[in-house]
């Protein structure tokens, strides 16, 4: 069976990845969802081992240790990280496995594994991001602050990614997500072994071999 594609989505916070990952894996059955470990406390309506696995930062520290994550990094005060186990197995299973994951870790999946597709999500401008972050009502302003400080930081990061995805309309950003990540699917590096074996085929084949 062909492995499956590691997509990364990162975005400012509040830009709606969540939303949209959300809908894909509703409407569309190639893709699985990593959930995160994060030492950060739980929101409103968030339980564990859905939204994330909160744990303590000791236990955090000993999957680090054990080489437990593929990748982590801190954010706003907390570690965040991605276990491994359930990544790779879905990818072998053909899975297109999407990490929520900002742009630190982005990076270091990237150098990692070359052939990951990283996209990136915005809003359409920082006006409607900062209505986002405040609409919410679950965070202190000091809070909303520090991701909109975070976001700035961000920003920088952008072009190291493949693709930018607007989200403005949620259903039209949906399928434009998934529409790139389908021709993505096709590109030269995430078939390399697809054109070995048809380089090699077609070299037996073209010597008359049956
Ligand atoms: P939040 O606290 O809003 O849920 O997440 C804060 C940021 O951490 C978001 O940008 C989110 O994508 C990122 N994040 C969530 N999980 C991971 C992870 O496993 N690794 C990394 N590097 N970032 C993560």
Redesign the pocket.
């Known amino acids: 069976m062909k492995k499956g594609v590691l997509i990364v989505l990162?975005g400012f916070?509040g830009a709606g990845?969540g939303t949209i990952t959300k809908k894909l894996l509703e409407k569309y059955d190639n893709y699985a969802l990593s959930i995160?470990?994060?030492t950060?406390n739980p929101r409103p309506g968030e339980t564990d081992g859905r939204e994330y696995f909160f744990v303590d930062k000791d236990t955090f520290e000993r999957h680090i240790r054990e080489d437990e994550l593929i990748?982590?990094?801190q954010?706003v005060g907390n570690y965040?990280?991605?276990p491994r186990a359930y990544v790779e197995e879905q990818l072998n299973i053909g899975k297109d496995v999407i990490?929520?994951?900002?742009i630190?870790?982005a990076l270091k999946i990237k150098e990692r594994f070359p052939d990951t597709l990283l996209l990136f999500v915005s809003t359409k401008n920082a006006k409607v991001l900062l209505e986002r972050l405040t609409g919410r009502g679950t965070e202190t302003e000091e809070v909303i602050l520090n991701r909109m400080k975070r976001a700035a930081q961000e920003a920088e990061g952008m072009s190291e990614y493949e693709y930018i995805i607007i989200n403005d309309d949620i259903d039209i950003c949906v399928e434009e997500t998934h529409s790139i990540i389908q021709s993505a699917k096709a590109a030269t590096i995430r078939n390399e072994e697809f054109i070995t074996v048809i380089q090699k085929e077609l070299k037996d084949l073209s010597k008359g071999e049956k």
Do not use: D, N, P, V
């Not at 990490?99 to 900002?102: A, K, P, R, T």
């Open positions: 990162s916070s990845k995160s470990m994060t950060r990748e982590y990094a954010y965040y990280g991605t990490l929520e994951i900002e630190q870790g």
